[in-house]
């Protein structure tokens, strides 16, 4: 793999620290996140350095926004119990306040997730990941793609990020070959990783994950989601050249993300 390419806006040093943050902190992350990944989740934030938390019992989840350092809302199946520990979580970040990441989950077609997820845009999250068509929906210029997939390029949905983070105050990150990550004024592509993540039940899920655990190391959101993605593309392209398939791939992306130093980062991360 290249080095790094030239950046406008970060050096391979800043994303290097703000991994060294993460290990020397080990981020409380409070997880809302589904059933579908939770496992998974849970491991690849123990793999990065983080202390990962699945507390969504609504008279549990207000209070422990309150002492996380970071809070992920996932919406891959949001129940009505699960719903009323968001809705407490997130107005408890707000107060806070802590920093929380929306993952807006197959938003689109399926109309109860969709209208909680607009007003969520509307509650200030500091981060919003998504696949391109999830994106689209939530800045009102799509319609959503085909469940949990995009069935729109990243390429399509860079003017949405942008309104959209404009419109909502969040850095907006779109997930593909490249992913693309704004906060309205500045825009980073971060390249690498690996197809196989596609593979892997919960590989964008845990993501997520990851940009919550980035956000409490550096007071630039924005660079913490491009620092998110550099390493999980960084573990995720070191993984592929180990597996086998998706199986042995799943292991090995866990091994990888605990062995990449911030040196390792800084000398593969590809940011244009």
């Known amino acids: 793999m290249d080095h790094m390419a030239p950046s406008t806006y970060f050096s391979p040093g800043e994303l290097a620290d703000a991994l060294g943050a993460l290990r020397a902190s080990t981020p409380l992350v409070h997880c809302l996140t589904n059933t ?6 849970a491991n690849v934030l123990l793999a ?3 202390s990962p938390a699945m507390v969504d019992v609504p008279g549990e989840a207000g209070g422990f926004a309150e002492v996380a350092s970071a809070v992920l809302v996932n919406l891959g199946n949001p129940g009505a119990e699960q719903r009323a520990a968001i809705t407490a979580a997130v107005a408890a970040a707000s107060t806070a306040p802590t920093p929380w990441v929306l993952d807006p989950v197959a938003v689109g077609s399926l109309t109860v997730r969709t209208e909680f997820a607009f ?7 500091t981060v919003i990941r ?12 799509g319609a959503g793609g085909r ?4 069935t729109d390029s990243v390429h399509a949905a860079a003017e949405a990020a942008i309104s959209l983070s404009l419109r909502s ?4 990150a779109v997930s593909g070959p490249a992913d693309l990550i704004t906060d309205g004024r500045r ?10 993540l596609t593979k892997v039940t919960g590989g964008g899920c845990a993501l997520g994950a990851i940009c919550a655990a980035f956000l409490p190391t550096t007071s630039d959101p924005l660079l913490t989601t491009v620092a998110a993605h550099a390493f999980y593309s960084a573990a995720a392209e070191r993984a592929a050249t180990t597996s086998r398939g998706p199986g042995s791939f799943a292991m090995d992306f866990i091994d990888a993300l605990h062995a990449l130093s911030p040196a390792d ?7 244009s």
């Open 147 to 150: 469940g949990v997939e995009a």
């Open 36 to 41: 579908v990944v939770t496992n998974f989740t």
């Open 187 to 196: 825009t980073v592509h971060v390249h690498g990783g690996s197809e196989l």
């Open 169 to 172: 105050a969040a850095v907006v």
């Open 48 to 50: 990065a350095g983080a």
């Open 119 to 125: 007003g969520l845009r509307d509650a200030r999250p």
């Open 130 to 141: 998504g696949n391109p068509s999830e994106i689209m929906v939530l800045a009102g210029t």
């Open 265 to 271: 980062l800084a000398a593969t991360a590809v940011l």
